[in-house]
Nanobody, 121 residues
Framework: QVQLVESGGGLVEAGGSLRLSCTASTSSSIFSRSAMGWYRQAPGKQREEVASINRFGIINYVDSVKGRFIISRDNAKNTVYLQMNNLKPEDTAVYYC?????????????WGQGTQVTVSS
């Protein structure tokens, strides 16, 4: 497992943008071989995967954020980003960063502490 620290959450008006960052405390070689994901959990709802990027650069998004969110990674900085554009009130949630050290994105076993994103209407 690795330690993950998220940042970049906050309060934004609908239509605005935020960029979340997640930095992993591990070696660059381990990070580059890991799949990274962003999850979110809204009050009263189950945690859902928002976006992921595996060790091969294959990216997946949940349908509700396609065309608005962009996941990217900088292996030199051990950091994964989530650029969130055209935010909607329904995007309000705690966002969590996750890592799958096996690299495929099928088993996220390391989690960050979460960062709150609140979108006002």
């Amino acid at each position: 497992q690795v330690q993950l620290v998220e940042s970049g959450g906050g309060l934004v008006e609908a239509g605005g943008s935020l960029r979340l960052s997640c930095t992993a405390s591990t070696s660059s070689s381990i990070f580059s071989r890991s799949a990274m994901g962003w999850y979110r959990q809204a009050p009263g709802k189950q945690r859902e995967e928002v976006a992921s990027i595996n060790r091969f650069g294959i990216i997946n998004y949940v349908d509700s954020v396609k065309g608005r969110f962009i996941i990217s990674r900088d292996n030199a900085k051990n950091t994964v980003y989530l650029q969130m554009n055209n935010l909607k009130p329904e995007d309000t949630a705690v966002y969590y960063c996750a890592a799958d050290l096996r690299g495929l994105g099928a088993s996220f076993g390391s989690w960050g502490q979460g960062t709150q994103v609140t979108v006002s209407s």
